[in-house]
């Protein structure tokens, strides 16, 4: 026997892996099943594509593995969810199937368009000093590249998609998509939260008909129901409702209780972030978006470190050999290993001082990861902390200009993603911001802030906010130490905050000596 209380079915599928979780109208998360995903597609060093198929077998096998874990209690589920990576596109035909392979959010191809943008919209850009970074926009859009190096897959290509679009077509025999949902190079208009218009500055930018674009829906709308082929394939109650909700971040600002501009949501994942949530549409940058919040109604302002903790995987792999043998003799993982030696860096790293961009964001496009006061004194360790140190100090600065942007204080630090396990980390970055640091109940605070919707559209709150209330639950505190924060900012103040700058005319070589090595 057990006792019947509602749950909802979430899946939050990511670059590598896919994960199937069960959360009660507590937020305590029941059961959860992994599965590891084959490494993604690189023909060269700039590609990165998946199989759309196999990412919903992958949702599939998952779900089938959850469902032998819970026995009985899979009868308790009374709505399911699916939230995934964002800036990823899948090509399916008028059937919906797909005409290619994913490209995801970590792919850097480039393609030269043989139409130009037209004269009056660059003659705009230039004026208001982003002509740039329209042409590197429309360089990197994976819409046009397909356009132009795949005629004929972009000829059979009907609808150009999310991929939360295509798993909720599978799910439910419909093709829509939330609005959280809508964060890639194409043509949606963040203010208004829905497609652009084809007199929009920023409409050529994409070089994708409007018409290709799947149906929008709000958050927290039911999408449709779990067909019955689908609840062959996974095992899921046929006519369970299926319900939008939004992207990761988006619904991990969500599952960090940040449903006000006072707390910043900061993601120490592979792509590193800051986040608030406004009522009002606050560019986080000039001319960049501020994508639509879960929270119907709100935005969610963000400045974004596109490699962000992916650094600490690549130093992991790349000097941290010794660690890694010594944690498979331990049966730890090593990053328990390097945390304990981190410790052993001051405050600062001696001096040592890294900017992180290692990949370059729309408005840096020419800079690269810089490593500055390195002399014979530092260790790897050393390099290992001011990596840390580095994302802090971009995170900070982030936070700084999302605060003058916004004009609203912000108070305290929501922390999630990958790095947020680690206390050592956490206390870096309360040091660092000068604001007190928490963490909730559960790592999988993405699918917590897919089930805060789940069971608000299902009638169980009345708000998102009484779900928060309700489901999200501070367990640790971390408390900046002032002395730290104080050094902190001088290194921040007095070099970090200068490296780009005095650099930029460096960066623009590198970058043009890069693009004729690739010519």
Same mark, same amino acid.
């Given at each position: 026997?057990?006792?019947?209380?509602?749950?909802?079915?979430?899946?939050?599928?990511?670059?590598?892996?896919?994960?199937?979780?069960?959360?009660?109208?507590?937020?305590?998360?029941?059961?959860?099943?992994?599965?590891?995903?084959?490494?993604?597609?690189?023909?060269?060093?700039?590609?990165?594509?998946?199989?759309?198929?196999?990412?919903?077998?992958?949702?599939?096998?998952?779900?089938?593995?959850?469902?032998?874990? /819970?026995? *009985? #209690?899979?009868?308790? $589920? !009374?709505?399911?969810? =699916?939230?995934?990576?964002?800036?990823?596109?899948?090509? +399916?035909?008028?059937?919906?199937?797909?005409?290619?392979?994913?490209?995801?959010?970590?792919?850097?191809?480039?393609?030269?368009?043989?139409?130009?943008?037209?004269?009056?919209?660059?003659?705009?850009?230039?004026?208001?000093?982003?002509?740039?970074?329209?042409?590197?926009?429309?360089?990197?859009?994976?819409?046009?590249?397909?356009?132009?190096?795949?005629?004929? /897959?972009? *000829? #059979?290509?009907?609808? $150009? !998609?999310?991929?939360? =679009?295509?798993?909720?077509?599978?799910?439910?025999?419909? +093709?829509?998509?939330?609005?959280?949902?809508?964060?890639?190079?194409?043509?949606?208009?963040?203010?208004?939260?829905?497609?652009?218009?084809?007199?929009?500055?920023?409409?050529?930018?994409?070089?994708?008909?409007?018409?290709?674009?799947?149906?929008?829906?709000?958050?927290?709308?039911?999408?449709?129901?779990?067909?019955?082929?689908?609840?062959?394939?996974?095992?899921?109650? *046929?006519?369970?409702?299926?319900?939008?909700?939004?992207?990761?971040?988006?619904?991990?600002?969500?599952?960090?209780?940040?449903?006000?501009?006072?707390?910043?949501?900061?993601?120490?994942?592979?792509?590193?972030?800051?986040?608030?949530?406004?009522?009002?549409?606050?560019?986080?940058?000039?001319?960049?978006?501020?994508?639509?919040?879960?929270?119907?109604?709100?935005?969610?302002?963000?400045?974004?470190?596109?490699?962000?903790?992916?650094?600490?995987?690549?130093?992991?792999?790349?000097?941290?050999?010794?660690?890694?043998?010594?944690?498979?003799?331990?049966?730890?993982?090593?990053?328990?290993?390097?945390?304990?030696?981190?410790?052993?860096?001051?405050?600062?790293?001696?001096?040592?001082?890294?900017?992180?961009?290692?990949?370059?964001?729309?408005?840096?496009?020419?800079?690269?990861?810089?490593?500055?006061?390195?002399?014979?004194?530092?260790?790897?360790?050393?390099?290992?902390?001011?990596?840390?140190?580095?994302?802090?100090?971009?995170?900070?600065?982030?936070?700084?200009?999302?605060?003058?942007?916004?004009?609203?204080?912000?108070?305290?630090?929501?922390?999630?993603?990958?790095?947020?396990?680690?206390?050592?980390?956490?206390?870096?970055?309360?040091?660092?911001?000068?604001?007190?640091?928490?963490?909730?109940?559960?790592?999988?605070?993405?699918?917590?802030?897919?089930?805060?919707?789940?069971?608000?559209?299902?009638?169980?709150?009345?708000?998102?906010?009484?779900?928060?209330?309700?489901?999200?639950?501070?367990?640790?505190?971390?408390?900046?130490?002032?002395?730290?924060?104080?050094?902190?900012?001088?290194?921040?103040?007095?070099?970090?905050?200068?490296?780009?700058?005095?650099?930029?005319?460096?960066?623009?070589?590198?970058?043009?000596?890069?693009?004729?090595?690739?010519?």
């Amino acid at each position: 026997m057990h006792s019947s209380q509602p749950l909802i079915l979430v899946f939050d599928v990511g670059t590598q892996s896919t994960r199937a979780l069960l959360f009660d109208l507590k937020g305590n998360l029941i059961e959860k099943t992994k599965r590891e995903e084959p490494p993604y597609i690189s023909k060269n060093d700039n590609r990165a594509e998946k199989d759309p198929v196999e990412s919903w077998r992958g949702i599939c096998a998952a779900s089938q593995e959850l469902k032998s874990k /819970v026995g *009985e #209690r899979w009868n308790d $589920v !009374v709505g399911v969810c =699916a939230t995934s990576i964002r800036n990823s596109l899948v090509f +399916l035909d008028k059937d919906c199937k797909p005409t290619r392979n994913a490209i995801l959010w970590m792919d850097k191809r480039e393609v030269k368009c043989p139409d130009p943008m037209p004269l009056f919209n660059r003659f705009l850009y230039e004026i208001v000093g982003m002509g740039e970074t329209a042409r590197v926009s429309r360089k990197t859009c994976y819409i046009n590249w397909v356009r132009v190096n795949q005629p004929d /897959v972009w *000829e #059979r290509t009907a609808k $150009v !998609v999310m991929p939360t =679009a295509w798993y909720n077509y599978r799910f439910t025999g419909v +093709l829509a998509d939330s609005r959280a949902g809508q964060a890639a190079k194409f043509p949606y208009d963040y203010k208004k939260r829905d497609w652009m218009s084809k007199f929009a500055l920023n409409y050529p930018v994409f070089g994708c008909p409007v018409e290709k674009m799947c149906k929008l829906v709000d958050p927290g709308q039911i999408i449709g129901y779990i067909t019955k082929k689908c609840s062959e394939e996974t095992g899921i109650k *046929e006519g369970l409702p299926f319900i939008a909700t939004g992207a990761d971040k988006a619904c991990e600002t969500v599952g960090n209780g940040c449903l006000s501009h006072e707390v910043a949501s900061v993601s120490l994942g592979t792509a590193a972030s800051v986040e608030i949530t406004t009522d009002k549409y606050v560019e986080p940058e000039t001319f960049m978006p501020a994508y639509t919040a879960v929270a119907n109604g709100k935005y969610n302002p963000e400045i974004q470190i596109f490699r962000g903790y992916w650094m600490v995987s690549w130093f992991r792999d790349q000097f941290a050999l010794n660690e890694k043998l010594e944690a498979e003799k331990l049966g730890v993982q090593a990053e328990k290993l390097l945390d304990e030696k981190l410790q052993q860096i001051p405050v600062g790293s001696n001096g040592l001082v890294i900017q992180p961009y290692w990949g370059p964001g729309l408005k840096t496009p020419q800079a690269k990861g810089i490593m500055i006061g390195f002399s014979d004194m530092h260790t790897r360790l050393h390099v290992y902390r001011a990596i840390i140190e580095g994302l802090g100090y971009a995170l900070f600065d982030g936070l700084e200009n999302l605060q003058r942007r916004s004009r609203n204080k912000i108070t305290r630090i929501a922390v999630a993603g990958g790095g947020s396990q680690s206390d050592i980390i956490c206390q870096i970055t309360a040091d660092i911001m000068g604001r007190e640091v928490y963490r909730v109940q559960t790592y999988e605070t993405s699918g917590l802030g897919c089930s805060v919707v789940g069971f608000t559209a299902l009638g169980y709150y009345k708000t998102i906010e009484d779900a928060v209330s309700q489901m999200v639950r501070v367990t640790d505190t971390f408390t900046p130490i002032k002395e730290n924060h104080v050094k902190y900012m001088q290194y921040y103040n007095r070099v970090y905050k200068k490296i780009y700058d005095r650099n930029l005319p460096i960066y623009n070589e590198l970058y043009k000596m890069m693009e004729n090595d690739r010519l």
